[in-house]
T-cell receptor, first 112, second 114 residues
Framework: GQQVMQIPQYQHVQEGEDFTTYCNSSTTLSNIQWYKQRPGGHPVFLIQLVKSGEVKKQKRLTFQFGEAKKNSSLHITATQTTDVGTYFCAGSLRAGSYQLTFGKGTKLSVIP | DSGVTQTPKHLITATGQRVTLRCSPRSGDLSVYWYQQSLDQGLQFLIQYYNGEERAKGNILERFSAQQFPDLHSELNLSSLELGDSALYFC?????????????FGEGSWLTVV
């Protein structure tokens, strides 16, 4: 079954508000990746986190990897309409595993 | 444009039929992955090949099979199709093997089984 849980499933925000999506795994992840899928599009790689406690920033996006490497978050500051889409986390559940397990995604809607 | 090419983009077929989805990875990428995306199941990993060899198998049904050819393109064969097989099938590629490699997705093949 699904071992990478992502919440919330949907999020509606007013343009300019912040947004956060959370990813949790029942097992330690060797790494975690984040993807964005625009409506009607395909998933596009955003970032990869590997180290415990790692924090990476991309402009208004901040990605964190938990100390225990079982959870991660993506925070968007001051959302814009261009941020609309579904954000997926994906992790390798076993060290050396070639299988990337995706969360079900958080669908973000931004109200102008 | 990710550089991953998938054909066909759309396909409508009847139950019980067989279809083949084709994928050309990015130039230089050795790994190919297949994913199924449906509304209720999200992105489900099906199978991965690396340089022609199967490397990982996910939730792939026995009615489905795949292969990667010497020129590194890959095909996903879906047989005895059922209504529930209707989904968007993504191919993705990466230079090496996971973990640690970024994977690039194609635009997907929409399969509708009627």
């Amino acid at each position: 079954g699904q071992q990478v849980m992502q919440i919330p499933q949907y999020q509606h925000v007013q343009e300019g508000e912040d947004f956060t999506t959370y990813c949790n795994s029942s097992t330690t992840l060797s790494n975690i990746q984040w993807y964005k899928q625009r409506p009607g599009g395909h998933p596009v790689f955003l970032i990869q986190l590997v180290k415990s406690g790692e924090v990476k920033k991309q402009k208004r996006l901040t990605f964190q990897f938990g100390e225990a490497k079982k959870n991660s978050s993506l925070h968007i500051t001051a959302t814009q309409t261009t941020d609309v889409g579904t954000y997926f986390c994906a992790g390798s559940l076993r060290a050396g595993s070639y299988q990337l397990t995706f969360g079900k995604g958080t669908k973000l809607s931004v109200i102008p | 444009d990710s550089g991953v090419t998938q054909t066909p983009k759309h396909l409508i077929t009847a139950t019980g039929q067989r279809v083949t989805l084709r994928c050309s990875p990015r130039s230089g990428d050795l790994s190919v992955y297949w994913y199924q995306q449906s509304l209720d199941q999200g992105l489900q990993f099906l199978i991965q090949y690396y340089n022609g060899e199967e490397r990982a198998k996910g939730n792939i049904l026995e009615r489905f099979s795949a292969q990667q050819f010497p020129d590194l393109h890959s095909e996903l064969n879906l047989s005895s199709l059922e209504l529930g097989d209707s989904a968007l099938y993504f191919c993705a590629s990466s230079l090496g093997q996971l973990p640690g490699n970024t994977i690039y997705f194609g635009e997907g093949s929409w399969l509708t089984v009627v």
